[in-house]
């Protein structure tokens, strides 16, 4: 089984519309990692967390909301989703060494 | 915010060739990171750097942290299609998270 897995792998949402991305590992890491990839940009951090208590935004937090539930769960909020949400999105963990990340396969979405 | 700039954005090599890729950024790292993505995949971590200068292989892979602190290669020697993917480096910003460059799409014709 992954360690880290995401879900859905793909989703198709109108403008307007929330959706949830949920990211669950088993790696026991306490530190996790939002992500989105566009052609061109790179992977750029929306949101991290160090532990359940500990929310951080990263270098594209507007738009996007998250909550960490348990140290095994991360989820990724769009309130109000816009068509330049449009990206593919991953989770990623790491214990304390936070330059080696373990990645989710990511989640498809395509708003219309 | 951080930038990394990667180049080139893309190559397209015959299986056996060798492959140089690096990274640039303004600003001082002291730890830099290659990463690769396979298709429909999620990247995983292929090399780490720590120290200005150092040299550090992996196989095939070669990566060295440039004496300035401010860039880093990757070279890839006799390429096979596995190879096939997008390499990404990432710089760690204060020990908390990663900054990551644009990427380098390779492809690879057998």
């Known amino acids: 089984d992954a360690d880290v897995t995401q879900t859905p792998r793909n989703r198709i949402t109108k403008t307007g519309k929330r959706i949830m991305l949920e990211c669950s590992q088993t790696k026991g890491h306490d530190r996790m990692y939002w992500y989105r990839q566009d052609p061109g940009l790179g992977l750029r951090l929306i949101y991290y967390s160090f532990d359940v208590k500990d929310i951080n935004k990263g270098e594209i937090s507007d738009g996007y909301s998250v909550s960490r539930q348990a140290q095994a769960k991360f989820s990724l909020s769009l309130e109000s989703a816009i068509p330049n949400q449009t990206a593919l999105y991953f989770c990623?963990?790491?214990?304390?060494?936070?330059?080696?990340?373990?990645f989710g396969p990511g989640t498809r979405l395509l708003v219309l | 915010g951080q930038q990394l700039n990667q180049s080139p954005q893309s190559m397209f090599i015959q299986e056996g060739e060798d492959v140089s890729m690096n990274c640039t950024s303004s600003?001082?790292?002291?730890?830099w990171l290659w990463y690769k993505q396979d298709p429909g995949e999620g990247p995983v971590l292929l090399i780490a750097l720590y120290k200005a200068g150092e040299l550090t292989s992996n196989g095939r892979l070669t990566a060295q942290f440039g004496i300035t602190r401010k860039d880093s290669f990757l070279n890839i020697s006799a390429s096979i299609p596995s190879d096939v993917g997008i390499y990404f480096c990432?710089?760690?910003?204060?020990?908390?998270?990663?900054?990551f460059g644009q990427g380098t799409r390779l492809t690879i014709n057998p």
């Open positions: 990432a710089g760690l910003l204060g020990a908390q998270k990663l900054v």
């Open positions: 600003s001082i790292f002291n730890t």
């Open positions: 990623a963990t790491s214990d304390y060494n936070v330059e080696t990340q373990y």
